[in-house]
């Protein structure tokens, strides 16, 4: 039998983040996520990530340690991509399109050399919350679980973090995380934005320099910059 590790009691979260948004595992649209979810593994459905890592960026990143919010959409769909991080994909998978235009502007920015691997936990542990809208997605489904209610959870997590935090930098990368800007309070945040690193629109992203733009504001407020080298 499969483990499901969406239970409010059972649920695998870091303690800090876990008292941060007790108040959502008990709404009525997240016990519909759980239910949607339960329901998918009996109906023999493959979802990724895999259950133990679908709050990965939350275990990476402890909530006093959080400098920067990088918000993607949905998990990789693929078999072996999806690790609960937006954007990063496991030692030893290869490096999606997307990703490896990312590295292209890592290395122009900070004349960083370019990773051989997608494994972006090491900027996570380090304050970036790799935060996907969307936390599941059925195999070789792309989006197949944006109805579930995830998006109302995720956007839940970014008002708050405006709320409650203070001197936060979010990086929204294309018009789908431009689209949560209104969640986020400005006088009290930065935002940083670009068009999306997917070669589709790669000219956009491309020279948005946002790895050095961010270390430049965490300097300024005094905090240790991201060491992005990988």
């Not at 693929?78 to 235009?101: D, E, T, W, Y």
């Not at 006088?187 to 790669?202: D, M, V």
């Amino acid at each position: 039998m499969r483990e499901i590790t969406l239970n409010p009691q059972n649920i695998k979260i870091n303690a800090d983040w876990r008292e941060f948004l007790k108040e959502e595992f008990t709404k009525p649209y997240f016990l519909g996520i759980k239910k949607r979810y339960i329901e998918a593994l009996e109906q023999g459905k493959v979802i990724y990530p895999p259950a133990k890592l679908t709050f990965n960026a939350f275990n990476l990143t402890p909530l006093n340690k959080l400098k920067i919010v990088l918000l993607g959409q949905d998990p990789y769909h693929a078999p072996h991509q999806a690790m609960g991080l937006s954007f990063s994909v496991p030692r030893g998978v290869k490096i999606p399109p997307s990703l490896r235009n990312i590295f292209k502007e890592l290395n122009t920015d900070l004349g960083v050399k370019i990773p051989q691997n997608g494994d972006l936990s090491a900027w996570a542990r380090q304050g970036v919350l790799l935060l996907n809208a969307i936390f599941s997605v059925e195999e070789n489904k792309p989006l197949s679980h944006s109805l579930w209610g995830w998006q109302e959870f995720s956007d839940n997590i970014i008002k708050k973090l405006s709320l409650k935090k203070e001197g936060l930098i979010f990086i929204l990368w294309g018009k789908f995380a431009q689209s949560k800007k209104s969640l986020i309070d400005t006088r009290k945040h930065f935002i940083l934005e670009a068009a999306h690193p997917s070669p589709l629109a790669r000219q956009g992203f491309l020279g948005c320099r946002h790895f050095s733009k961010s270390n430049v504001l965490l300097e300024k407020l005094g905090k240790e910059p991201i060491k992005w080298d990988l």
